[in-house]
């Protein structure tokens, strides 16, 4: 896999917002800035969102009102900030999707490249495979060879299509040639209730949102997508290893 594959394949969260150079000025900030999540609660933008917006809101000396608007893998909420007033009031809380809309959509009613200016960079994050704990596959080669004795029988949910998750659990199978069904939710924790439910067979996810539930013993990690083992789960491979 290529370096510039590798960076699309990452979570990560940034905040994005329009034209800068008014929020500049001496006077900003002089009124409660919205930082918009595209996403449902309990996702990684959403959680970094969560954590960072009372930190801006402490050094701006405003409050930080994070509002979700949710919808078509993150395009409406990107949407509503590259349509806003290009005052720097307006924060997007940007994962790849914002970035990878524009080759997916042919009719996109926004360029990211155009309308959004990128701000900081938050963090990166991996991504993680998992099955629920009671998966007769204990590693990801166990996965495949089930998958290739089960052409399209089994399947998998991610938050959203055209998201990250979904770009590289299509990757995986790619290179494993194997026929696994993609099954989008509408945001992180919907897609993993629907494979704790036993709506599907696996998950791929960001790590921080799967956490929880691996460390309950309720999903079983098979690989993570980074260079190296994460420090979070360094018993699981990453996927070059496995």
Request: hydrophobic content about 45%; glycine content about 8%.
């Amino acid at each position: 896999m290529g370096q510039t594959a590798r960076n699309v394949l990452r979570i990560t969260v940034t905040l994005a917002a329009l034209a800068l150079a008014h929020a500049a000025s001496a006077q900003y900030p002089s009124k409660p800035i919205r930082y918009i999540v595209p996403f449902p609660p309990g996702g990684i933008a959403d959680i970094a969102a969560r954590v960072i917006s009372p930190k801006l809101a402490e050094a701006l000396g405003q409050p930080v009102v994070v509002e979700q608007r949710v919808g078509a893998g993150g395009n409406i909420g990107a949407e509503a900030v590259a349509r806003a007033e290009p005052d720097g009031y307006t924060l997007l809380s940007a994962s790849p999707p914002v970035a990878i809309a524009q080759s997916l959509y042919r009719h996109l009613s926004f360029s990211p490249r155009r309308d959004l200016a990128p701000v900081a960079l938050i963090g990166e994050v991996p991504n993680v495979l998992v099955v629920r704990a009671d998966s007769k596959a204990n590693t990801l080669g166990e996965l495949i060879e089930m998958a290739r004795r089960n052409p399209g029988k089994l399947d998998y949910s991610s938050l959203a299509a055209g998201t990250s998750v979904h770009l590289a659990a299509e990757m995986l199978k790619h290179r494993a040639q194997v026929f696994i069904v993609h099954i989008p939710y509408r945001g992180a924790p919907q897609a993993m209730m629907g494979l704790l439910g036993g709506e599907v067979d696996m998950m791929m996810d960001a790590l921080p949102p799967s956490l929880e539930q691996i460390r309950a013993g309720k999903t079983r990690a098979l690989a993570v997508t980074s260079a190296q083992r994460a420090p979070q789960l360094p018993n699981v491979p990453t996927i070059a290893e496995s």
